[in-house]
């Protein structure tokens, strides 16, 4: 009827996290908005190639880099005021008039001072002063070092040379754009970055993210354990899923087999490491016989270059003519790391920054634990001490709070899309903590789900510190520790459904267990227990053997369960038990039982 005292309240359930493949640990918990910043403030640019530490460049070594990289070529003169972003800049094309340049490169077009320019005002531009028009020789040296002189004081260090497209012949010399930079640059390989900006370190945004993957770390290439889903069986039984019918294919694979001294009839866990290869990666330009029978039983030969399963499915793919088609090609395709990156979304450049010899992926491909451990052993000295240490404390102060709540096994590079439910709100529930708020009305959903025995007095401490900042946190938990932590305890029952509803105990937990009639009282008193079985069942079916799994964490596990019995998979949170049953053992029994196409993590051999 009433509700009073009622506070501000925050939920933190076991709703899923974003489902956004740009989502992170280390952005839902903010810590990776201060290593982008910390990165930027006292990190140490290195050369990608070299690794050589960047400096800054001198106004004659660009001068010099451009004689050798554009003799004879005719060339514009930059200076980049605007990169990137929004607005109608009519008053900068003003004042850039008034200070006697005649002529602007917008977006690419070069556009005279004297015309009217208008932008649009809700699109990103680029703008780029044209200081000089130069043909690029030796007696223009000087020249061109006072096109870099007055281009970088317009730009803040940064100067851009458009090389023209040769007149006669632009295809065969297009036009060309040259950036350099006074602020940082390699000597030997010319790598040049502006000063390091946070944004730089987002995979988010374009100026750090991977060209190639845009940030995402991933794309869609064909899977091999897709391809070939059980490893049992032959090339003449079909073990390449997507080329198990059909006439020619068939053929095909035979013949490159006999090329490379194998047998179709060989099993393929059996098969030489060479003859997988060659038949899923292709032989490159050597030549292989084909003895082909055609549909109405005509012999004929021909020769060709295998370009293997992998880049056969793919470009069947994208050059299917229709959707049912590709839809069907679409089941032996994964999600792999991208090449051009490995994986860690940024730019080479981006990730060739260091922190005490630590890139920024470095960082976060470690666990909290360990991420936690690096830090508290970080040490800086002089300005960069003032800079870095405010920031290294709140680095430090999160990822405590991870620890705290045990997901000490997690990387902050880890996709918030692949948590479980609890390890989700455990995240809301340290980055709550980290907010500090008081007076706040925290309700949690069983928060101890998913959580090992082992971390359950961490996670509890942490509700107690949310307590003691001065707020109320409420619990739904069936968990024997949380429930005797409680300061406060409400019973609900006494069953369920219909039979349930009302309130049968209130209070301590010593007065609670005290309380007759209550199912949970009765547990957490001893009154009622739940018997250990004294005789088990013996296993008299063989048991199902799978050795060799190697995905993520599991280190070549063997692993025999006995049949017709209840088995458990128990270990701390972490340890890859997910692993091992989720995402190795389950999607192999589905392909090799039920024909499905699941990616399976890699293993050995399955028998049994």
């Known amino acids: 009827d009433s509700i009073d005292g009622l506070l501000p309240a925050v939920s933190i359930d076991q709703k899923t996290t974003s489902r956004n493949p740009r989502s992170t640990v280390g952005t839902v918990t903010e810590i990776y908005d201060y290593l982008r910043l910390l990165f930027a403030r006292v990190g140490t640019p290195h050369c990608p190639e070299c690794g050589r530490v960047i400096e800054r460049q001198t106004t004659d070594q660009v001068a010099d880099k451009v004689l050798a990289h554009a003799q004879g070529r005719r060339a514009l003169v930059l200076a980049p005021v ?60 000087g020249r061109i070092a006072e096109g870099v002189e007055q281009a970088t004081k317009l730009a803040q260090g940064k100067v851009w040379f458009w090389l023209l497209p040769d007149r006669d012949d632009p295809e065969r010399m297009p036009g060309e754009l040259l950036q350099y930079s006074l602020a940082l640059a390699c000597p030997e390989h010319g790598h040049s970055m502006d000063d390091l900006q946070p944004r730089d370190f987002s995979f988010n945004a374009p100026y750090g993210a991977c060209p190639d993957c845009l940030g995402i770390g991933s794309r869609d290439e064909v899977d091999p354990s897709l391809v070939v889903p059980d490893p049992s069986l032959t090339l003449n039984e079909g073990v390449i899923a997507p080329f198990k019918s059909g006439n020619y294919y068939p053929q095909v694979l035979r013949a490159v087999a006999q090329h490379v001294g194998t047998d179709a009839d060989t099993p393929w866990e059996d098969m030489p490491k060479k003859a997988q290869k060659a ?134 590079e880890r996709a918030t899309a692949t948590l479980s439910g609890g390890e989700a709100q455990r995240i809301r529930l340290a980055t709550q903590i980290g907010a500090g708020l008081m007076g706040v009305l925290y ?10 025995q082992r971390d359950n007095e961490r996670l509890i401490a942490t509700l107690e510190r949310l307590r003691d900042l001065g707020n109320t946190v409420v619990v739904v938990e069936h968990d024997e520790d949380t429930i005797r932590a409680a300061d406060f305890v409400v019973d609900m029952g006494p069953g369920a459904g219909e039979h349930g509803g009302h309130v049968i105990a209130a209070g301590t937990p010593a007065e609670v267990m005290a309380t007759e009639g209550s199912v949970t009282a ?30 993520n964490n599991l280190q070549n596990v063997t692993l025999e369960v006995p049949i017709g019995t209840l088995t458990v998979v128990t270990g701390v949170s972490g340890s890859g038990k997910s692993s091992l049953i989720t995402d190795t053992l389950a999607p192999a029994l589905a392909n090799r039982l039920n024909h499905a196409h699941r990616r399976t993590g890699p293993y050995r051999k399955i028998t049994g």
Not at 443 to 452: A, F
Not at 523 to 548: D, F, H, N, Q, W
Request: glycine residues 8%; neutral net charge; hydrophobic residues 40%.
């Open 82 to 141: 605007v990169f990137g972003r929004k607005g109608e800049y009519a008053k900068l094309f003003e004042d850039l008039k008034r200070e006697g340049f005649s002529r602007v490169r917008v977006d690419g077009e070069v556009r005279e001072l004297d015309e009217e320019i208008k932008l649009e005002k809700n699109i990103k531009h680029t703008i780029e002063v044209v200081v000089d028009r130069i043909v690029v020789r030796e007696n223009s040296l």
């Open 522 to 551: 009765d547990y957490l008193s001893g009154r009622r227990r739940i018997a250990v079985p004294e005789t088990r069942r013996k296993p008299g079916r063989g048991t199902l053997k799978m050795t060799g799994a190697k995905e």
């Open 279 to 412: 038949l899923l990666h292709g032989l490159g330009n050597e030549k292989v016989r084909v003895d082909y029978r055609t549909v109405d039983g005509r012999d004929t030969y021909w020769y060709i270059e295998w370009e293997g399963v992998l880049a056969a499915v793919k470009r069947r793919y994208t050059e299917a003519q229709s959707d049912a088609q590709r839809e069907k090609l679409s089941a032996y395709f994964a999600t792999v790391p991208c090449e051009t990156c490995g994986g860690k979304r940024l730019k080479p450049e981006v990730l060739a920054v260091t922190v005490n010899d630590k890139s920024i992926h470095d960082v976060t491909e470690m666990s909290a634990a360990e991420s936690l451990a690096f830090f508290e052993g970080l040490h800086f000295t002089g300005q960069a001490a003032v800079i870095a240490l405010p920031i290294v404390k709140e680095i430090r102060e999160r990822l405590r709070f991870l620890v705290d709540v045990g997901l000490d096994y997690l990387t902050l």
């Open 443 to 452: 309700i949690l959903d069983e928060p101890s789900i998913g959580l090992h």
